[in-house]
């Protein structure tokens, strides 16, 4: 569905489950869109829950919009929420999408039931030790140039368009062994590149943003958040390490740290339902 801000401009939203069950914002991730919710499809119907799902500000569907921070999406966040008349909300942030939702837990903590973060990719200069080579060069190049970065990213979808066998070849040279076969599964490597073009499906400007306020001062402290905070995080995370859910377990007060023994970046999704039982909660 389309929503209008005030201004007129479109955010695009996707909402998968009963219109009378437990709200979830879910927050997609970097270079990812709001389509990812259908990975959660069996999640939602398992647990009873309802997924909100929109694409940030020059993602997807949904228009341009400038970010200075990462704290300054939950305003565009408590617009969907006023616009489908949804008052409490659990928050589910996957990767990039990690801090977006812990952004949320940070200014609406009246609205926000729980916080629940996967392979939560941490603030600029927190260590990036464990990290593929390939994902620390781009997270350096993003800190000096974001346009760029997401330039070169929309790239790679043009080259994933077109060529998807290489792309995946290239994607998949630096993921662990249980990335790859997670991604070998036709169902979850063709989500995977859906996700990804539809990512860019206003040309690169919304993930160069992304990219941009991810590895800027994010505009508020971890250590706000006081809504109850779960964290899943696999051992085996190349793409962001483990390290990173500790950090985030370690600030957040209460917060609660599962590690996933042999589980990725991308393996760690396999199985939602158990990941995402303690939303139903």
Do not use: K
């Not at 997401?150 to 080259?159: D, S």
């Not at 006081?226 to 950090?247: E, F, K, M, N, S």
């Amino acid at each position: 569905m389309e929503l209008r801000r005030a201004d007129g401009g479109v955010i695009a939203v996707e909402v998968l489950g009963e219109p009378d069950a437990p709200a979830v914002l879910l927050c997609h991730g970097l270079a990812d869109s709001r389509l990812a919710v259908y990975g959660f499809a069996g999640a939602a119907d398992a647990l009873g829950l309802r997924f909100i799902t929109p694409d940030r500000p020059g993602i997807g569907g949904t228009d341009a919009r400038r970010l200075t921070r990462v704290v300054d999406w939950a305003a565009e966040a408590t617009l969907v929420l006023d616009t489908l008349g949804i008052g409490s909300v659990a928050l589910l942030g996957v990767s990039g999408g990690g801090a977006f939702a812990a952004a949320c837990a940070s200014e609406l903590p009246d609205r926000v039931r729980s916080l629940l973060l996967i392979a939560p990719l941490g603030p600029p200069g927190w260590p990036t030790c464990g990290m593929a080579a390939g994902q620390r060069a781009s997270l350096r190049i993003a800190r000096h140039a974001p346009a760029f970065g997401g330039w070169f990213m929309g790239r790679l979808a043009t080259l994933a368009r077109r060529a998807p066998g290489l792309f995946f070849r290239l994607a998949a040279s630096e993921m662990p062994a249980c990335d790859r076969r997670a991604l070998a599964q036709p169902d979850e490597r063709a989500a995977f590149l859906t996700n990804y073009l539809e990512a860019f499906h206003h040309g690169s400007r919304g993930v160069a943003q992304d990219l941009r306020v991810l590895t800027r001062p994010w505009g508020f402290d971890l250590e706000s958040i006081r809504v109850p905070t779960w964290i899943h995080h696999g051992d085996a995370d190349t793409t962001v390490p483990l390290q990173h859910g500790r950090r985030f377990a370690a600030a957040i007060p209460g917060a609660r740290l599962h590690v996933h023994p042999g589980q990725g970046h991308f393996s760690i999704l396999a199985a939602p339902e158990q990941t995402l039982a303690t939303l139903a909660a």
